[in-house]
């Protein structure tokens, strides 16, 4: 079982499998045990020191830049939003939204 954390918000969910998605988000660390909370060492920066928290900022221009256009598929847009989404429930509303109302939360002006 892989255990991720949201360092920005302490969430944690489990996986089967690892997952592409949050191993390239900044703010989700694979947890080497679960009851430790412990980040995994190919994470760290040096044992015992942990990664150093990327500006909130740098990481939302980077993913505008990577926004889908609005002819995009529903599909792009999930997985736009998805990488977007501040927490685990709000990822979990993501599923009910229409591509329209995917377009007005995560910034439809492209």
Avoid: C
């Avoid at 079982?1 to 900044?26: A, I, K």
């Avoid at 009851?35 to 020191?49: D, H, T």
């Avoid at 900022?57 to 501040?86: G, I, M, N, T």
């Avoid at 993501?94 to 002006?109: H, S, V």
Wanted: net charge negative; aromatic share 8%; glycine share 4%.
């Amino acid at each position: 079982m892989f255990v991720y954390r949201n360092s920005n918000t302490g969430d944690q969910v489990e996986y089967e499998h690892r997952s592409p998605r949050l191993d390239m988000l900044p703010n989700w660390a694979l947890l080497d045990n679960p009851e430790e909370s412990r980040v995994i060492p190919e994470q760290e920066a040096q044992v015992g020191e942990a990664l150093p928290e990327l500006p909130q900022d740098a990481f939302l221009e980077d993913a505008r830049r990577l926004r889908p256009a609005r002819s995009a598929a529903k599909a792009d847009w999930v997985a736009y939003a998805r990488a977007l989404a501040k927490d685990s429930a709000e990822e979990s509303e993501i599923d009910g939204l229409t591509k329209e109302q995917l377009i007005d939360t995560y910034g439809g002006d492209s």
